[in-house]
Nanobody
């Protein structure tokens, strides 16, 4: 059973950076779709970045392209989301998700069936 645990959230000022971590257990480090999603109060959950583990395949939402980077450390079974040039509109609960056999788009939350508990990111202006 794959389990995901996120960490690294916090409060930063606009323009700052944070790195989120998603530690995975119970899975191999390749062959999974891994995604980062976020949900702000009153809004739907949206995908921001995803990757196919063990490859260089990555996808980003337009709103974060050039600012966020998803990456993987195979040795640590951890997926990261490096977030730079943060904006107040990036404020949300951020979730890590995984799918062994993704049934949907790379940034479609319905395509992922394993979720972490989330970590809060707050960006002040």
């Amino acid at each position: 059973q794959v389990q995901l645990v996120e960490s690294g959230g916090g409060s930063v000022q606009a323009g700052g950076s944070l790195r989120l971590s998603c530690a995975a257990s119970g899975y191999t480090s390749s062959g999974y779709s891994m995604g980062w999603f976020r949900q702000a109060p009153g809004k739907e959950r949206e995908g921001v970045a995803s990757m196919y583990t063990g490859t260089s395949i990555t996808y980003y939402d337009e709103s974060v392209k050039g600012r966020f980077t998803i990456s993987q450390d195979n040795a640590k079974n951890t997926v990261y989301l490096q977030m730079n040039s943060l904006k107040p509109e990036d404020t949300a609960m951020y979730y890590c998700a995984a799918a062994r056999y993704r049934r949907g788009g790379w940034l479609d939350s319905k395509a992922y069936d394993i979720w972490g508990q989330g970590t809060q990111v707050t960006v002040s202006s």
